[in-house]
Every structure is written in structure tokens, then in C-alpha cells.
């Protein structure tokens, strides 16, 4: 009987759980990594992911063949061809490989006609398994982040005294989320230039004729874990000072602020979420760095990220499809193209995304997914889009951050209310107003903004659905109190807007 093990482009830690399993039997196990053709054709994904992930794998194979391991490297039009000619020519009976984390690649994997038996084993890439994660629902009324991340910091013991957290308390969230009211000069992230490797891959692809999205250059993606790594502690020393005040601020012309960039390696397995969670607690104790920023940062991996992750995996087949607005707009063409926008926020975000493939939780949830929502989009043509865009998506956590979280798609089950907002918010939290050609204190009129005709459209065309939610009667009253004359010529300038694009 031979093992071999089939490594997934996020996958690429040499402690994932397949490649674990055969450690004491690296020379007798062939291992493969496959850069598929037909699958990058699927969508036409951000050039800079697809130099990320195919780089990152190459260089993870290098990595592995110095280790010792049989290592084979395919570039092959689709996964079936390259699996079955390498099964035959080491004679593999026993395909390994750890469960992909998206389910539509599960059940692709499930579809392929191979000359091996597969095996899926159990992933390690999460804090919590499925089991845990079904085990902690089923003994719950409710399903609240706040409760699980509390569970979380108990179970893997982070920032506790005995059983009281540190600093007395759970949250900082007070001290956190400042608007940008003076001029703030955040640290320039880490970047590295490309090297040999990611170069022949920026040149192949630019020479292929793959449908792709934003721009290849200036590519400044680290490609191995020893360059995450040094993103990691670049962010300890610099940024994690400031990451919780300004956390949700936006700033035009500063891309990343005081956030981390982890995002893209951790989704690889380049870094794991423990080892990201130590280093920061453990700086915390050494360099007494503040508890708001510490705390909030760890939230973010220890709550949200896990709980995203355990959510997908709990909900059936069809929540993807899930559409509990029944938004049937086609996305605006403008997020393609950001310069088909006048629009100061979006376009400023829009832009960064195509020079990037990046932007903050808070241009991404109050200022991309915000403006689809309350324009009435698809929730899975926001969801395609967004894969499409960022560096870091996949289908485990964008399918419930934009269809639950940001597209409230799913009528409450990750959300309370719907992030939806008027420009208001945008506003308070950011400098793009200010250059803006639209006038935010306007609801209607040809200097409207539109954040703010379509807000109130929103909420008037789902009134109803809104009012069973408890935690939006306020803002339904403001609306109620709306002068008719004025409601109507709101919802007019909305579907006017909707024709024109
Ligand atoms: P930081 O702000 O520095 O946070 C640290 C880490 O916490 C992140 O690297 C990430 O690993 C984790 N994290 C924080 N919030 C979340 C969350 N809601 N879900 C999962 N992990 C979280 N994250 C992705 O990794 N891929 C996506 O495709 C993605 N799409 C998103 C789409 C929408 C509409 C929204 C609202 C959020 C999305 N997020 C996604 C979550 C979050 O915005 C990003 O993880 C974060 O912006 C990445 O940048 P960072 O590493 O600088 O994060
Ligand atoms: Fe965005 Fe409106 Fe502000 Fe312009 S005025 S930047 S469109 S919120």
C-alpha cells in the first residue's frame, strides 16, 4: 500500500494534519501540489491572489522537498488529469489529504474519478473542530459571539486570571473604534519584493489569458511563512499600540492603518491562529502593550474568526443561497472599475482593493457591503464579487461575513440588525466626505447622497421584515415621522439611480 498526500494551496503548514500523519515516513510518501487551469478560470480572481497562492505553494514545496519529503509540482488544465497520472506512476492506493475547509471544493474533491482510494483527515487549521463547535451550539438558546469568544478565552486559557479575565473585564470596545478626528500617521506596512519564484509566476501570468481582476503590481505580498512571520512581529512592534482605537477608522491614501495584514497568511496556514494569539498575549505581558488593543486584536482571531468558521460548518448546504431581503439588483458595475465612480468612499476603497486586494473589515462591512445592501443587490453577486476582489477570500469565511454579516441575508442568524447606513457613519468614521462631489447632509436632490436616499429607501421598502427585530424600532420611528412628500421623492431618486446604471 502507498500513501500519498494531495496538499490544497491553503494548506501550507508542515504541521497540517496530512502531513502529520505520515512525519516518521517522509521518503516513502509522495507528496503533490496541483496549480489547476480550469479552476482559476472560474472567476476572474484578484491577480495578486493568484500570484500569492500559486508562489506560496511553490515555495512550500521547495520547503518540503529539503525536508525530505517525494515532492511532485504539476501546473496541469485541470486537478483529475494531474491526480491520476502521478496516482498511476508512484502506484498510490491511498489518496490523503486534509478536508478541504470550503464546501463547494469538498464536494468537487468527492466528484473526481481517481485510481485511488481518498481519505480525508480531520483538519487542524482552527481552534475549535466542527464537533466542539456543535457540541458548544447544542447546549445554547442563543448563538452570540460574545458568548462563544468568552467560552474561547476560558478553554484555551488567553488573557485569564484563574477564571476572571484579565483586566476585569471582557471588552474594551469603549476605549476602541475613534473616529479619525485628528491627522494620524499610521506605520507603513511591511512589504517585500518579489523574488525569483513569485517573479516567473507574476510573468506566466501575465501572460496567460486567464479573465483576472485589479492590478499584478507592485506586489508586496509576503510568499512564505518566514516572511509572514515578519509581518506578524512588525505588526507587534508597530502597530498593536493603536490597532483597537483606530480599528474602524478610514483615511484616504492610508490603505491599512493600524491593522494587522495577517488575514492572507493565516488563510494559507502560512500562520496559525494559536501562534498569532500567544505572540500577542505574550507581548502583552513582556511590553505591556494596551489591554483595549491586545484584547481587541485577540478577539478578532479567537472570536470572530473561529466563529465564522463554526457557523459555515453548522449551517446546511443552502445558506450561501440564502435571501432574506429578496434582493435581486445586479451589482453596480462601478465595483469592477473604481473609475466609474464619483462616489469619494467607494471609489477611494474600490481603488486600494484593485491596487491591493485589500481593505479593513470597515470599508469592506459600512462602505462596500453596506452600499449593496441598501441598494437592494444579490447577496451572491455581492458574494462572487467579493471572492473575486480580495486577497484573502475564501469561501468558509466570506460566505458568512457577506451573506450573514454583511448582506443580513440570512434574516438574523450571525447579526442582530443589518449593518446598514446612512452617510452619517461614514462620515464620522472617515476624511472621504470632505473631497466628496456628493453633499452627505442631503436625502435628495442632484448633490444627494446616495448612501443617504437609499438608506432611507431601504428602510422603508422593508418596514416590515425590519420591525420583527427589535433593535431597529428606533430608527423605524425616525422614519414613520418622515415626511410623506419627502419619503417619496427618496424612493423616486432610488429607483431612479437603479435605471441610470
Ligand atoms: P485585522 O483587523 O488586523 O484582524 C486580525 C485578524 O482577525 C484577521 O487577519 C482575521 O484573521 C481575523 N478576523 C477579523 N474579523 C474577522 C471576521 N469577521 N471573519 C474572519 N476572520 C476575522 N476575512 C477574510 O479572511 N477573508 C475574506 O474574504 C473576508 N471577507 C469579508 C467580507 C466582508 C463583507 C466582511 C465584513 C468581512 C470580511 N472578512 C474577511 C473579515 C475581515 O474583514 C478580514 O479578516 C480582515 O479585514 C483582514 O484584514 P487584517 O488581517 O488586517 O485584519
Ligand atoms: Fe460617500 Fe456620500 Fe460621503 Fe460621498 S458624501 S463620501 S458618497 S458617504
Same mark, same amino acid.
Given at each position: ?9 491553503? !494548506? ?22 496541483? &496549480? ?5 478560470? /472560474? ?37 483529475? !488529469?494531474? #491526480? ?9 492506493? &491511498? ?10 471544493? #469538498? ?42 469568544? +468568552?467560552? @474561547? +478565552? ?6 485569564? &486570571? ?18 479619525? /478626528?485628528?491627522?494620524? *500617521? ?19 501570468? /501575465?501572460?496567460?489569458?486567464?479573465? *483576472? ?8 505580498? @509576503? ?6 512571520? %515578519?509581518?506578524? &512581529? ?67 482571531? #479567537? @472570536? ?22 429578496? $434582493? ?27 491596487? *491591493?486586494?485589500?481593505? $479593513? $473589515? ?6 462596500? @457591503? ?57 462620515? /464620522? ?41 427589535? +433593535? ?18 427618496? %424612493? ?10
Amino acid at each position: 500500500m502507498t500513501i500519498g498526500i494531495w496538499i490544497l494551496g491553503n !494548506q501550507l503548514h508542515s504541521e497540517q494534519a496530512a502531513l502529520l500523519s505520515r512525519k516518521n515516513n517522509k521518503q516513502e510518501t509522495p507528496v503533490i501540489f496541483i &496549480e489547476s487551469l480550469n479552476y482559476v478560470r /472560474k472567476r476572474p480572481y484578484h491577480q495578486q491572489k493568484l500570484v500569492l497562492v500559486f508562489s506560496a505553494m511553490r515555495h512550500f514545496a521547495e520547503e518540503l522537498s529539503s525536508e525530505g519529503w517525494s515532492v511532485t509540482y504539476k501546473i496541469s488544465e485541470n486537478f483529475e !488529469q494531474a #491526480l491520476n497520472s502521478w496516482i498511476r506512476a508512484n502506484q498510490i492506493t &491511498e489518496l490523503r489529504l486534509v478536508t478541504p475547509y470550503d464546501r463547494p471544493f #469538498l464536494t468537487f474533491i468527492q466528484s473526481l474519478n481517481l485510481d485511488s482510494n481518498i481519505k480525508l483527515i480531520p483538519n487542524n487549521h482552527f481552534l475549535w473542530s466542527h464537533q466542539e463547535f456543535k457540541q458548544w451550539t447544542d447546549s445554547r438558546k442563543r448563538l452570540l459571539l460574545e458568548d462563544f469568544y +468568552r467560552e @474561547g +478565552r476560558k478553554r484555551f486559557n488567553i488573557l485569564m &486570571e484563574g477564571d476572571q479575565p484579565i483586566g476585569g473585564q471582557w471588552n474594551f470596545d469603549k476605549q476602541n473604534r475613534k473616529p479619525p /478626528k485628528k491627522s494620524l *500617521t499610521p506605520p507603513t506596512p511591511l512589504g517585500f519584493e518579489p523574488d525569483q519564484i513569485t517573479q516567473q509566476v507574476i510573468n506566466d501570468l /501575465k501572460s496567460s489569458q486567464i479573465p *483576472t481582476y485589479g492590478q499584478i503590481e507592485p506586489f508586496k505580498w @509576503g510568499i512564505n511563512r518566514s516572511q509572514a512571520l %515578519q509581518v506578524l &512581529e512588525c505588526f507587534i512592534e508597530n502597530n498593536l499600540d493603536n490597532f483597537g482605537a483606530y480599528q474602524d477608522a478610514m483615511v484616504t491614501g492610508e490603505y491599512t492603518m493600524w491593522h494587522s495584514l495577517i488575514s492572507p497568511y493565516i488563510n494559507l496556514g502560512l500562520l496559525t491562529p494559536l501562534e498569532v494569539i500567544e505572540s500577542i498575549e505574550k507581548a502583552y505581558h513582556e511590553f505591556d502593550y494596551p489591554l483595549n488593543s491586545v484584547e481587541g486584536l485577540i478577539r478578532q482571531i #479567537l @472570536g470572530w474568526r473561529e466563529y465564522m468558521y463554526g457557523i459555515y460548518q453548522l449551517m446546511d448546504d443552502d445558506y450561501s443561497q440564502k435571501n432574506w431581503f429578496n $434582493h435581486q439588483e445586479k451589482l453596480p458595475e462601478f465595483y469592477w472599475d473604481s473609475s466609474q465612480t464619483d462616489m469619494n468612499c467607494l471609489k477611494q476603497s474600490l481603488r486600494q482593493v484593485e491596487e *491591493t486586494g485589500y481593505g $479593513h $473589515h470597515i470599508q469592506r462591512l459600512m462602505v462596500l @457591503g453596506n452600499f449593496a445592501l441598501i441598494v437592494g443587490v444579490s447577496p451572491q453577486a455581492v458574494n462572487d464579487w467579493f471572492h473575486s476582489a480580495f486577497i484573502d477570500a475564501y469561501d468558509w469565511v466570506m460566505v458568512p461575513n457577506v451573506i450573514g454579516m454583511g448582506q443580513f441575508a440570512d434574516g438574523g442568524i450571525l447579526a442582530s440588525k443589518p449593518y446598514a447606513a446612512s452617510a452619517n457613519y461614514i462620515n /464620522k468614521m472617515s476624511d472621504y466626505c470632505k473631497s466628496c462631489v456628493y453633499k452627505r447632509t442631503q436625502r435628495t436632490g442632484d448633490k444627494a447622497c446616495p448612501f443617504n436616499f437609499f438608506y432611507w429607501d431601504f428602510l422603508s421598502r422593508h418596514q416590515q421584515q425590519l420591525k420583527g427585530l427589535g +433593535r431597529m424600532n428606533l430608527i423605524l420611528a425616525n422614519l414613520k415621522k418622515m415626511d410623506s412628500e419627502e419619503l417619496k421623492a427618496i %424612493q423616486s431618486q432610488a429607483q431612479h439611480w437603479r435605471e441610470s446604471q
